[in-house]
């Protein structure tokens, strides 16, 4: 009976593991297509930016540990197998482990949610209780290795350190130090606009999380369009014209966004939340210097 019961979970190891190589395979062939893919949430397109090789290199890697999970699982089923079964406990240890930075990441460092790396994480979890169900006990190695990964970020990523950006449209991050902060902001009132304007001071830990360290900077929030504009230039750039051409609203409709794609096309993307910017970095990127910026931190009169 114990037997019969152990290979039940064998069955359904093998079974939860197809189950997760089809649901990332299904993202691939999205992503291929140009949709965006099973995951919509902010913390999927942070995730995705921050993938030093894109977010198709970690998909990859993930089909690749289903897959083979699922021919260890297949070949375990036909014959006892304890090598085989060592190495599926092995790949499990240490997915779970990733799988801890990854939940930790989206906690303490963009405190937003990746719902597509959660599902996945859902996955692991249950292959890690299939495994404990038929016996095998190094599995809690896995567990315990993830959750020492989660508390270590927590103690160097404390969740204090950022706020949630706001959700309107267009936002303007200012100091009361940076002349160029007060000249957009004159522009902006002059051509009555509609900006939100925001002292960057109570967003200064979730500005730098994404590589943002000057001002001014303007978050565009427009339905799939995310960006972060940094600079006087960039911004004047995206709102009001480019050199040589007339002066477009904003929010004049279709080419207000194919202004905000054009800008897309010649400026190099930032590597977190899908985010543009142009101007001084903190050494995320090689990107060509805007002279209108200032430290947030810094006297720039």
């Not at 996955?123 to 038929?134: C, K, T």
């Not at 606009?193 to 925001?198: N, T």
């Amino acid at each position: 009976m114990t037997v019969l019961k152990g290979r039940r979970y064998r069955y359904s190891f093998l079974a939860a593991s197809l189950l997760g190589t089809v649901y990332l395979m299904v993202e691939i062939i999205l992503k291929y297509l140009g949709s965006e893919g099973l995951c919509r949430t902010e913390g999927c397109r942070i995730v995705a930016q921050q993938a030093r090789f894109g977010d198709l290199s970690i998909l990859l890697i993930g089909v690749f540990t289903f897959a083979l999970l699922s021919v260890l699982a297949f070949l375990a089923l036909r014959r006892d197998r304890p090598t085989v079964d060592k190495v599926v406990n092995l790949i499990l240890i240490v997915s779970l482990a990733a799988e801890g930075f990854f939940t930790g990441y989206q906690a303490f460092r963009i405190q937003t949610a990746c719902l597509f790396c959660l599902i996945t994480l859902g996955f692991f979890l249950v292959l890690a209780g299939m495994r404990l169900l038929s016996g095998e006990r190094d599995i809690l190695a896995g567990l315990l290795s993830f959750a020492g990964v989660f508390v270590l970020f927590w103690l160097i990523l404390p969740s204090g350190g950022a706020v949630p950006l706001p959700q309107d449209e267009m936002v303007l991050f200012y100091s009361q130090d940076c002349k160029y902060c007060q000249e957009v902001i004159k522009e902006i009132e002059c051509a009555k606009l509609k900006i939100r304007h925001l002292p960057v001071s109570d967003y200064s830990g979730t500005l730098k999380a994404v590589g943002i360290e000057h001002v001014p900077t303007l978050l565009v929030n427009r339905g799939a369009q995310k960006l972060l504009l940094t600079g006087k230039e960039a911004i004047d750039n995206y709102l009001f014209c480019k050199p040589g051409e007339t002066k477009p609203q904003p929010g004049a409709g279709s080419s207000a966004k194919e202004q905000g794609k054009d800008i897309l096309k010649k400026e190099p993307e930032a590597p977190a939340d899908n985010l543009l910017k142009s101007g001084k970095t903190s050494g995320l990127l090689d990107q060509p210097q805007d002279e209108g910026v200032c430290q947030e931190d810094v006297k720039c009169k």
